[in-house]
Every structure is written in C-alpha cells, then in structure tokens.
C-alpha cells in the first residue's frame, strides 16, 4: 500500500517505519517550511516489541512532502488532540476520497472531532506506542498490540484495509466495540496522569515519586462523575485505577506496569511532551456540569493554563 501520514511526529514515524519494513510505501505531509526544518532523515533509537523485544538503532531517510496529492490509499493522522479540528477541517478539502485513520486521543465526540470530514470516509483507532522527540532523535517504543474500532455500518472496507496493513506488519489488533467509550475513558485517564505531570514538573519526573501513581489513582476518581455525566461508562481500567486502595496502586505500577527495564517506563522516560491539554478539556467540562475537580483544578493554578479554567470563552 502507499500510506501518508499526517504530520512526523513520534506515532506516525515509528509505525511508517514498521509498515516500510513490511514492503509499503510511506510517505510524511508536513506543514510549509518543516520539509527544510526536519530534514530528509531521522534518528531512531526505539525498541520494537512485535516480536520479543528488539532494540532499533538508525539512521531512517524520510519521504516529506508539504501538499497532499491524490495517490495514497490511507491518510493515518496521529496529531496532538487539540491539532485535529485543523487536521480534520484541512483533509476535509486536500484528502478527496482517500480514507482515512484517525490514530488519536479524542474528547469530543467523534463526528465533531473530525467536522466536517464524513464519518463514512473515517475509522478511529489508538496506538500502542510512546517515547519522545528531541533534537531529530526518537527515543522511544512500540508494542505488538493496537486498538482499533469495529466496523460500523458503511466502514467495513476501512476496516478491512488497516486490518490487512496492522496484519502485514505483523501487529496484533484490539478490535474495540464502543471506540466513543474507550477513547472517553483513555482520555480521562490521561487527563489523570497529566496532572501529577504537571504536579512533579515532567513525565520523567514522576517516576522519581513512590506516591505519583496513588495520585493519579485519586485524580481518576474525581473524573468519574464527569465520565458519567457526558454518558460514558467506566470500563475496566477506569475501575481499577478507582477501585484499588491508592497505596496498593502505586506498588502494582512502580514494580509492575512501570517497573525498571519495561517498555512503558522506558516510554515516559522519554517522553517529553508537554502536559495539560487534556486536564483542560475535561475540567471545562466539570464546570459546565457543575462538578467540583479540586485535584485538577488545582494543579493549574501556577501555569498558562489557569486563565483557560477560569474563562471558557478563552481559546
């Protein structure tokens, strides 16, 4: 398949990596002025995990293009959330009929979140991968496993076609019954880590705290009552991170999910992304449904952030 990815961003490079190992074409669009800035190559250090666990060391020479022609047969967007309404609004005239992926942490509801690109054109999934970028080097990871939305009624050839591409690359798919809901509870967790990032000062950092995630075990009971309120469910994880006794979560992630030598610790080591987007959109939420989130509202108050909570209106 010939596949573009939106954007060179960490998702979108480690992925077209594995699909150009399996024999497809990958090609980058970039915004004007980035085809000079990130240039014709990039470092990779990451490990692949599809098979056993493989450290990938390279120099890997990149495709960049800064339009978009009508050649591909998939456009895969993995942007910061708040990067789609202007991904969306842009494929929706520069993309025709190609289909597309959307790769990405989601808030809104999904027919929103890519306005006005059809439904009918789109299928959702999310990556399992993490890492960073810094000076035009990837450090980071990608696991075996991605999560992607059953077909819905009219997207069955989508479908089939990212299925036949994960599969050709020898990744194992999560197909997902209730994407809306997976990706609700995702980003409610993410919004639950963010602020204890935002807390400590940095992704990193936060691994340095033995009590970091009882916090985030705390925070996600806040978002539960928002969760509800705009109609989602918790699901497994939401409940367990809600459920267990913080002091007994912090001990299952520092010496199991994150502990020294594992792929996910490894990811927020290197992960140098900047928290807060998320915190923001669903304590903007809490307030207009009159639920109280102190924990996360006041993780905001010394950064850029705070203004935004206390005005809605703000962008």
């Not at 398949?1 to 980058?28: C, D, K, N, P």
């Not at 020479?61 to 202007?86: A, M, R």
């Not at 900047?274 to 102190?294: D, M, S, T, Y």
């Amino acid at each position: 398949m010939r596949i573009l990815f939106f954007g060179r961003g960490l998702i979108s490079t480690q992925y077209a990596w594995a699909f150009e190992q399996a024999g497809h074409t990958v090609e980058f669009y970039v915004r004007k002025g980035r085809k000079e800035t990130f240039g014709s190559s990039i470092e990779l250090e990451m490990w692949d995990a599809r098979k056993g666990k493989k450290l990938i060391k390279e120099s890997w020479n990149v495709k960049l293009h800064e339009e978009i022609l009508p050649k591909y047969d998939l456009i895969i967007v993995s942007v910061n959330t708040e990067q789609l309404p202007g991904a969306a609004q842009f494929l929706a005239t520069a993309a025709g009929d190609t289909p597309i992926l959307i790769f990405n942490n989601i808030w809104q509801d999904l027919k929103s979140s890519i306005a006005p690109l059809s439904m009918n054109n789109v299928v959702f999934g999310f990556p399992g991968a993490g890492g960073g970028i810094a000076d035009n080097r990837l450090r980071g990871g990608f696991l075996k496993m991605v999560f992607l939305e059953k077909p819905r009624v009219g997207t069955e050839h989508i479908n089939n076609k990212v299925r036949e591409l994960f599969e050709s690359a020898h990744f194992k798919i999560n197909w997902i019954k209730d994407m809306q809901n997976w990706l609700w509870n995702h980003f409610a967790m993410n919004a639950a880590m963010e602020t204890e990032v935002i807390r400590r000062g940095s992704f990193p950092a936060v691994l340095n705290h033995r009590d970091s995630f009882s916090n985030v075990g705390l925070n996600m009971r806040e978002l539960i009552p928002v969760l509800k309120a705009r109609g989602a469910k918790p699901d497994a994880t939401s409940l367990m991170l809600t459920k267990v006794p913080p002091g007994l979560l912090g001990i299952l992630f520092n010496k199991v999910i994150f502990a020294k030598g594992s792929l996910p610790r490894l990811f927020m080591e290197h992960n140098n992304s900047k928290a807060g987007f998320a915190v923001l959109e669903v304590v903007r939420e809490a307030k207009k449904a009159g639920i109280p989130l102190p924990r996360l509202t006041a993780a905001f108050e010394n950064t850029e952030y705070h203004k935004s909570i206390e005005n809605p209106l703000l962008p």
